[in-house]
Every structure is written in C-alpha cells, then in structure tokens.
C-alpha cells in the first residue's frame, strides 16, 4: 500500500499513453469515459486537473495509408488527422457530465522559451480558473526530430513544472517500477516508493512495451520526467492505466510507485528563481511598491519609477527598492519599452496607452522572488 499524495495536493497533471486511448487504430471510448469519470470526481472535491495525452498518430496513421511508417512527414500528416479524432473522443467522454474541455497543443520552445512559456501558462491558467480541463498535446504535425520533446512523459513533466503542480500522475501499461522487467523476470520486485532517484534506478528502467505497437515512452522516459517533476517540488506516481478507473484506483491503494518531492512547488520555483535568472535590465521601485512586495504583492506600473537596460517580455529583471538595494528578481510580463510608457500609471490606464489588454501586473508575484 502506498501513500497517496492525493490528499495535500491542489493541482494534479494525468499523462495517458497512445496504447491506452486508441486500439487498432480507433478511440477507446469506454475506457475514456471511465477516466473521464474520475475526473469529474476529483474535480467535485477542488482538485484542478489538466490532463497529457498521446494518441493523435495512432489515430490518423490509417488515413494516411501507413500503419507503422516512422516516416517524419507521414507521422505529422498522421497526428494532423489523428489530433481531430483524439479531441473528439475525449470530449464525447466527458460530455455527460457537462464539463468543456479546451485543446493545448505545445512545442519544446513553448517549455523553454520564457517569453513562450508565460503565454502558455496564461492560456492554461485561464482555462482552469474557468473551470475547463486543459487538454495537453505535443503539437507533432509541426514539432520536428530537433525540436519535439520524444515523448508525453517528458511534455508531461514539463506542463507540470510550468503549471506548478503538486502531483504528476503517469499512467503505464505496468503498475510502478520494478527491480527489473516483470514481463521477462517473474521475480523482480516492485518499488512502492522513492525519495530519490539514482543512476541504479535507471538500470532497472526499461524501453517502450513492443507488444502495444504504439508509443515512444517506457519506464525510462517516466523516471527522465520524474527526475524534472521532482526538482520542481512535483511528485510522481506511475501506475496501471489499463483497468476501470485508473485514478480513483490510486485512492483505493491500487499498486503504483510514488517517486516523493523534497519540496512544494512554490519553494523549488523560488529556488530556482533566485540561483538560476541572470537580470537583463532592472526595475526601480518607489518606497510603497518595494513594502507591498515585501507583503507578497504583485508589481504594478503604478509603483515603478524606472526602467534600465533593454529586454522583451519573459526576461528576467531586477527589482531595485529606493536605496538601491535589490528587492528581489522576477520574469517580466512586459518589454523594457512597454514598461517606460507606462511608468507611475494605474493598471485602468495601462491599456488605453499600450493600446491592448495585457496581464495585470508588470511582474506576477509567482514570477518572482525576494531577497533577504
């Protein structure tokens, strides 16, 4: 039995694998509407859920006259038709329960770009708070070899990240992680639980099931997108996906593998905020908007006297109080331009200068962090 980390979290990240939605080539409708089911249910009691989901090849690579071409050009004309017929199914499951879902289809650059990234979450944020479940793609009928994540594990992980969730659940075709293959090794041994993940973990990983036809992942590329949840403050759980309920399963002490953060997600992005953002320009503060900081506020233009260096939207920035003296560090939902226009201004009037609605605050204060 292990312990779920259900209980303590806010916001769940659910992958589910090409083998586990589609079969032949066609939806699996029943176990969709099982999933969705559970969704809905944990919905009902607060959790936010964003749901990972593979499948578009699988789905389309019929139409286009190959079955199991790993041709570039015919796998992307595959996920163009595929991606319609894999929406279309998910949506149909959670039709009777009233619930809209919206489609996100990402590429590497909208994970690692910053300017990219605070778009991406924006959309996803705003789906959420209007009680919509994002559901997440790679966008594979335009990422190339270059420039594709490999796999929804790690796509997985990186929303997670991004999205500051508190559990990354990571539906498999095997219930956890094993000493060894149990498919060839009748006497390996399940893991139930990590606080760490080592390089003798990753020698018990192994490759994509074969058997299934579909899919690029395996426990290796799991344990890859654990290691990013958990620098993140995320944990990890791998589990069977291919039974009734696979979610509400976990609450039942269904068989997984619970790879524990160290940390909360709100800690892991201070951290990384402080160590790991080089300031392209600064921010000069007056003496209210540097306490209101201190307060846990957001920054408005309205507490702003100035604006130093050149930069676009997404770069990292110093917060300079009065003295001088660094307040903290944060990414910047404005260019250096936009930021000089609307200097000592209130948030009513950004909009008629700018001549377009953005986000409320200069810098979020999830996009920041304070120094002692």
Request: with cysteine; glycine share 10%.
């Amino acid at each position: 039995m292990i312990e779920t980390p259900f209980a303590s979290a806010k916001r769940i990240v659910v992958k589910t694998g090409s083998a586990l939605v589609a079969e032949h080539g066609q939806p699996r409708h029943a176990w969709l509407e099982k999933l969705a089911f559970d969704i809905v249910s944990l919905r009902s009691r607060g959790f936010q859920i964003i749901l990972v989901s593979s499948g578009a090849v699988a789905l389309g690579r019929k139409s286009v006259g190959n079955s199991v071409s790993n041709r570039l050009d015919q796998k992307q004309a595959a996920a163009a038709i595929g991606q319609l017929r894999l929406m279309s199914a998910i949506g149909q499951a959670f039709e009777p329960h009233d619930v809209t879902i919206g489609q996100a289809l990402l590429t590497l650059g909208d994970t690692e770009n910053r300017r990219r990234w605070l778009n991406a979450r924006a959309t996803l944020e705003t789906l959420l708070e209007s009680g919509v479940v994002p559901v997440i793609n790679e966008n594979d009928t335009v990422a190339t070899d270059e420039i594709r994540y490999g796999d929804n594990d790690r796509l997985a992980a990186r929303v997670a990240q991004m999205m500051g969730a508190d559990v990354l659940v990571l539906l498999s075709d095997i219930d956890g992680l094993y000493t060894a293959d149990p498919r060839t090794h009748p006497e390996a041994t399940h893991i139930p639980r990590l606080d760490q993940l080592t390089a003798e973990h990753d020698a018990m990983a192994t490759g994509a099931n074969a058997d299934a036809g579909v899919g690029s992942g395996g426990m290796a590329t799991k344990l890859a997108a654990a290691r990013i949840a958990h620098a993140a403050g995320c944990s990890t759980l791998i589990t069977l996906g291919n039974r009734d309920h696979p979610l509400l399963a976990i609450e039942d002490d269904a068989r997984a593998t619970l790879i524990s953060a160290a940390t909360t997600p709100a800690n892991a992005r201070a951290a990384w905020l402080a160590g790991h953002l080089t300031p392209e320009g600064s921010i000069e503060l007056d003496e209210g908007a540097a306490k209101a900081l201190r307060g846990g506020a957001s920054l408005l233009a309205v507490g702003i006297t100035a604006v130093t260096g050149t930069f676009e939207r997404g770069a990292a920035v110093a917060l300079n109080a009065p003295s001088g003296q660094m307040v903290g560090k944060g990414v910047t939902a404005y260019s250096s331009g936009e930021i000089a226009r609307v200097i000592g201004r209130h948030s009513e009037e950004v909009e008629a200068i700018l001549g377009y609605r953005g986000r409320p605050a200069i810098v979020h204060r999830d996009d920041m962090v304070l120094l002692r």
